[in-house]
């Protein structure tokens, strides 16, 4: 009888001592900024440059607020979206607000902008060129086959003098077929992949070429100093950091925006970039 009351007892303990260790498990912070003695640990998509840069720049100081950043980085602008939706994202950091209408009227995504962080200028660079008023008539320009792009990127050719769009199309939204007057009879390729842009730089190809500034830098061009024009740095097209929607209500990505936006990391772009990255104040 001692025997069995023995075994009943130790049965009763390791049972015990397992429940313990089950509670434990969730004592730590999760993205929710929930209390416990564990960091907060959040897991953000970012292109290369100058995104992923500014992160790992913000990751000391996020530690000290108790938030452990893991930096994932990509080299295109669909699966950021698509690894946010599956959940293996907290947050992403790499495009602006059109691209991300888009998106969600695209795919559905059900996403809101956490906070804007900095303005990319877009630039046109040419290798045969020196300003973009030698372009000679017939000129072809290239640029990307992203569809969100294509109205930013008519408004910095209008804004050059080079064509005129249709009044009654808003600026965000505008075609090549919204292109209402075109003096030069200029030629528009749009059938690159974003990423490609600078390679076919380097090899010469088109009159002039645009590329997305993150491209642009990672490539080692410089807007200012490398395009013949570029786009004014009050341009709305800010990027921003991306999160499934109630998740801008998390005390941790609330941290996040407020660090990428802090002096101190507004500095750090000022003193990196220049006016090639231009902070949101």
């Given at each position: 009888?001692k025997?069995i009351l023995?075994?009943?007892?130790?049965s009763?303990?390791?049972?015990a001592?397992?429940?313990?260790?089950?509670?434990?498990?969730g004592?730590g912070?999760n993205?929710?900024?929930?209390?416990?003695k564990?960091?907060?640990?959040?897991?953000?998509?970012?292109?290369n440059?100058?995104?992923a840069i500014i992160?790992?720049k913000?990751?000391?100081?996020?530690?000290?607020?108790?938030?452990d950043l893991?930096i994932?980085?990509y080299?295109?602008?669909?699966?950021?979206?698509k690894?946010?939706?599956?959940?293996?994202l907290?947050?992403?950091?790499?495009?602006?607000?059109?691209?991300l209408d888009l998106?969600?009227?695209?795919?559905?995504y059900d996403?809101?902008?956490?906070?804007?962080i900095?303005?990319?200028?877009?630039a046109?660079y040419s290798?045969?060129?020196d300003?973009?008023?030698?372009l000679?008539d017939g000129?072809?320009?290239l640029f990307?086959n992203?569809v969100?792009e294509?109205?930013r990127?008519?408004?910095?050719?209008?804004?050059?003098g080079l064509?005129k769009l249709d009044?009654n199309v808003?600026?965000?939204?505008?075609e090549?077929?919204?292109?209402?007057d075109?003096?030069?009879?200029?030629?528009f390729?749009?059938?690159?992949?974003?990423?490609?842009?600078?390679?076919?730089?380097?090899?010469n190809?088109?009159?002039?070429?645009?590329?997305?500034?993150n491209?642009a830098?990672?490539?080692g061009?410089?807007?200012?100093?490398?395009?013949i024009a570029?786009?004014?740095?009050d341009?709305p097209?800010?990027?921003?950091i991306?999160?499934?929607?109630?998740d801008e209500?998390?005390?941790?990505?609330?941290t996040?925006?407020?660090?990428l936006?802090?002096?101190e990391i507004?500095?750090?772009i000022?003193e990196?970039?220049g006016?090639s990255d231009?902070?949101v104040?």
């Open positions: 009888m025997k023995y075994v009943v007892l130790l009763v303990i390791v049972l001592l397992a429940a313990c260790g089950t509670k434990n498990e004592d912070k993205a929710s900024g929930g209390n416990g564990e960091e907060t640990k959040i897991v953000v998509g970012a292109s440059t100058p995104h992160l790992e913000a990751q000391p100081i996020l530690k000290e607020k108790g938030i893991v994932e980085t080299q295109d602008y669909v699966l950021p979206n690894d946010l939706e599956s959940g293996h907290d947050a992403n950091f790499f495009q602006h607000i059109p691209y998106q969600i009227d695209d795919h559905g996403f809101v902008n956490a906070g804007a900095h303005i990319e200028p877009m046109i290798t045969k060129y300003s973009i008023a030698d000679p000129a072809t320009i990307s992203s969100a294509h109205g990127v008519l408004s910095l050719i209008e804004a050059q064509i009044e808003e600026k965000v939204d505008a090549i077929k919204d292109i209402v075109n003096p030069k009879n200029l030629k390729d749009a059938n690159y992949d974003p990423a490609y842009m600078p390679q076919l730089y380097k090899h190809e088109g009159d002039a070429l645009i590329i997305n500034s491209y830098i990672d490539a061009l410089n807007q200012v100093d490398d395009s570029m786009e004014d740095t341009s097209y800010a990027n921003i991306t999160v499934g929607k109630g209500k998390k005390e941790a990505i609330k996040l925006v407020e660090v936006t802090s002096k507004q500095d750090f000022i990196e970039w006016n231009v902070p104040k």
